[in-house]
Nanobody, 120 residues
């Protein structure tokens, strides 16, 4: 069993900062690409940023220069530091973890999501 849990979502004023955390736990041999996605009301889910085990990163154009993704491989944890937040960043942020599981298969696991609300 693999569990992915996000934390850190909150209500913040425009220009503020938040740090999201995502931890994968359970029967894990290794973690691969871990990333953050978001879905705003009435919109499709979109990739925010992801990070491979070798620390190669990929960012959405809308967050480049404002958000930073990092990870702790030993803890199977990924972080998203969000600075200069804008009202359009308001969304449910979800974490996806690529995990080598108990059956020695690479599979994707999703967390439940954490709400980020940016007020103007």
């Amino acid at each position: 069993q693999v569990r992915v849990v996000e934390s850190g979502g909150d209500l913040v004023q425009a220009g503020g900062s938040l740090r999201l955390s995502c931890a994968a736990s359970g029967s894990i041999f290794s973690s691969g690409t871990m990333g953050w996605y978001r879905q705003a009301p009435g919109k499709q889910r979109e990739l925010v940023a992801d990070n491979t085990r070798a620390a190669n990163t990929n960012y959405s154009d809308s967050v480049k220069g404002r958000f930073t993704i990092s990870r702790d491989n030993a803890q199977n944890t990924v972080y998203l530091q969000m600075n200069s937040l804008k009202p359009e960043d308001t969304a449910v942020y979800s974490c996806k973890a690529e995990v080598l599981n108990f059956y020695y298969r690479w599979e994707d696991y999703w967390g439940q999501g954490t709400q980020v609300t940016v007020s103007s």
